[in-house]
């Protein structure tokens, strides 16, 4: 069985700072893990993905995530956040059996 | 552009009704998939299908069923609403490992 832990919740952060979204999953087999965000009344649209190679990912708008096989980590970072990042971000995970396990998502609050 | 289109943005269904979710994407993907979203639980896997008229079950199916008739189409069905199946519900399609969303269907049960 697969499962994905968001720690926080919430996230509140100010304009320009940087931020950290926290996700760990546990799974039996090798994992795929992707992070989604979810705007205000839409669908969930893709951020970033790790299938293999490089554990560093860079996403769309300049978002990156590492991946962490030792601390089965993959936690989101942005370096400078806007007002306009203000989502909710969830971290899922794919045992390559064609179901994603999402996690309960992260809430980033950014005020000015 | 990938695009998966649920039929309603919002509904407003009464108490006992059938109520039909209708999803299409035009990806000729395998992978369909009916999620239920609610404050605090994340995403929650209601049914999934991997192939016309077959069908799985997920982490929640009582009160839902499915049906896949064609390879574009996956529809959810509440048989007989009650009001703890008010939510948001969002359809999702896939070819192999990343799944694409679509916009959501806001449902409430009075």
């Known amino acids: 069985a697969q499962s994905v832990t968001q720690l926080d919740s919430q996230v509140p952060v100010f304009e320009e700072a940087p931020v950290e979204l926290r996700c760990n999953y546990s799974?039996?087999?090798?994992?795929?893990l992707f992070w989604y965000v979810q705007y205000p009344n839409q669908g969930l649209q893709l951020l970033l993905k790790?299938?293999?190679?490089?554990?560093l990912v860079k996403g769309i708008n300049g978002f990156e995530a590492e991946f962490n096989k030792s601390q089965t980590s993959f936690h989101l970072r942005k370096p400078s956040v806007h007002i306009s990042d203000t989502a909710e971000y969830f971290c899922?995970?794919?045992?390559?059996?064609?179901?994603?396990?999402f996690g309960k998502g992260t809430m980033l609050l950014v005020s000015p | 552009d990938v695009k998966v289109t649920q039929s309603s943005r919002y509904l407003v269904k009464r108490t006992g009704e059938k109520v039909f979710l209708e999803c299409v994407q035009d990806m000729d993907h395998e992978n369909m998939f009916w999620y239920r979203q609610d404050p605090g639980l994340g995403l929650r896997l209601i049914y999934f299908?991997?192939?016309?008229?077959?069908?799985e079950k997920g982490d929640i199916p009582e009160g839902y069923s499915v049906s896949r008739e064609k390879k574009e189409r996956f529809s959810l069905i509440l048989e007989s609403a009650s009001t703890n199946q008010t939510s948001m519900y969002l359809c999702?399609?896939?070819?192999?490992?990343?799944?694409?969303f679509g916009q959501g269907t806001r449902l409430t049960v009075v």
């Open positions: 790790y299938l293999s190679g490089s554990t």
């Open positions: 899922a995970v794919n045992s390559g059996y064609s179901t994603l396990t």
């Open positions: 299908s991997y192939d016309v008229k077959m069908k």
């Open positions: 799974s039996s087999v090798s994992v795929y």
């Open positions: 999702a399609s896939s070819g192999a490992l990343e799944a694409f």
